[in-house]
């Protein structure tokens, strides 16, 4: 079955608001085992949007589906936020547990971010620290046992949580092609728990400055590929999670089996990018000629104790970076959303017990690498004393620091407890490494390529 959603009473008019014309489509869809609907010729406004089994949503060249920015229209469904299980806001787009649905065309999809983030950016201001209006009231009532659980600075204090633009949760065989997704109130695209998922040819934006506003967060999931894809946004470009803490760790579900292929990554806080929430286990990566423009981080991992997880078997080959802070950033001292009170803890630089919250990270190979222009440092890799990082391998792979408009060494990554070092070159603490054919270029007179601190153990040639 293929209909148009103006046979729904849809209109592309900009004012008119259309989320009956789309409940009344889909529904239609549904009742008859799936079918498209194609919209075309406008902009459509709507309120959130719920996808089925065996329906694609194709959105035509020149047409765009906006959404109202009022939160009171995003009811609280179960999802996961920053990597813990729970209630939030209903996604603007979102399909749980269904299969065989499609995201196609050449329009786009504009989540009207502006005011999410302007509100985000008053009640940080005003210090806000628990629960105010009553959207946050009503999913603090439903989260109750949560809103301590840990989180990665997003404001689950508030209870403030903003949906993500496009959200598959226990789904199965889902595309994503073509369409530019843009102005996410939060995550862009966050498949959780779901799995055999082809996302290409897609463009991601977000303004630099909007806050969490990751582009593609692979949460939980298996067989997944993402290709021929520009991802320009005001965090993490691509960043592939496996829940937090001892709720992850119960779930037990990784993500793996995830190849990342000839993709574009701008601005951002990393441009590839793996944690903070690992419990659930990561492996099985493959991320391989892709290019980086202007990101915090290039590659980037980041962990810490309390998270647990290993993470494991990746591969990062023929990569390209301009302008990057720091090309390569291993961090198992990650300090966002950590609580005042553990950081103690959390961030000692002596042996803390090994336990079934403690992060570990292995096998990782870079290869090919070309980085000009740097303008932090050449690398930051920093195990912890108790779980050191296992077999990072870095082979012709070649860094060049920027002349001019150089940040400090310490923005490399966000990290705490760990002194700070004016030193430019790749800094390796409680780390086992080898280094083939690896150069660092710009240097100062007298500066080491490698600085090796703490618990460093390396084979360089």
């Known amino acids: ?111 009207n971010g502006n005011p999410w983030w302007a509100s985000l950016g008053r009640k940080k201001s005003a210090h806000q620290a628990c629960p105010v209006e009553s959207i946050e009231i009503a999913l603090a009532e439903y989260n109750r046992d ?90 993490d470009c691509i960043a592939i999670k496996a829940g937090c803490g001892e709720r992850g760790l119960r779930e037990g579900k990784p993500s793996k089996k995830i190849v990342i292929h000839n993709c574009h990554f701008r601005h951002g806080h990393g441009g590839v990018v793996i944690g903070s929430e690992t419990a659930g286990g990561i492996s099985g990566v493959s991320v391989d000629d892709c290019s980086f423009e202007g990101t915090d981080r290039g590659i980037r991992l980041k962990t810490r104790r309390g998270r647990g997880g290993t993470v494991s078997d990746l591969r990062f080959r023929t990569l390209k970076m301009e302008r990057v802070l720091c090309p390569v950033a291993i961090n198992m001292y990650y300090r966002c959303g950590a609580k005042p009170d553990e950081a103690a803890e959390l961030f000692a630089l002596t042996s803390r017990p090994v336990n079934a919250l403690t992060p570990h990270i292995r096998d990782i190979e870079i290869a090919g690498l070309e980085a000009r222009g740097c303008r932090s440092s050449a690398g930051f890799i920093a195990g912890l004393p108790e779980a050191p990082i296992e077999g990072l391998t870095m082979k012709s792979c070649h860094i060049e620091l920027a002349r001019q408009d150089m940040a400090p060494v310490a923005e490399s990554e966000m990290f705490e407890g760990i002194p700070d070092t004016g030193a430019r070159g790749i800094r390796i603490r409680h780390a086992s490494c080898e280094f083939r054919d690896v150069t660092v270029t710009g240097l100062d007179a007298g500066d080491e390529p490698f600085i090796f601190e703490d618990g460093a153990r390396t084979d360089t040639l």
């Open 146 to 235: 949560l809103i301590d659980q840990p989180s990665g600075g997003g404001g689950r204090e508030m209870q403030f949580l903003r949906p993500p633009l496009v959200q598959f949760f226990r789904c199965s065989d889902i595309g994503i092609e073509g369409l530019t997704f843009r102005n996410s109130p939060f995550w862009t695209i966050h498949p959780v728990f779901s799995d055999h998922i082809v996302i290409r040819d897609i463009f991601v934006q977000n303004p630099p400055d909007a806050p969490n506003t990751d582009g593609i967060d692979i949460d939980s999931c298996t067989d997944i590929r993402v290709e021929n894809t520009t991802v320009d946004v005001g965090d």
């Open 1 to 111: 079955m293929t209909a148009d959603i103006e046979e729904f009473g849809g209109t592309g008019d900009g004012h008119t608001d259309n989320s009956k014309a789309f409940a009344a489509a889909f529904a239609s869809l549904k009742r008859a085992g799936g079918g498209r609907l194609r919209v075309d010729r406008g902009t459509y406004l709507t309120g959130p949007i719920e996808l089925f089994d065996n329906i694609t949503l194709e959105i035509g060249h020149g047409a765009a589906l906006q959404f109202f920015p009022d939160m009171q229209l995003y009811s609280p469904v179960l999802t996961r936020w920053e990597g813990i299980v729970c209630f939030g806001m209903h996604p603007l787009i979102f399909a749980r547990d269904a299969h065989n649905v499609a995201l196609r065309g050449e329009g786009t999809i504009d989540g």
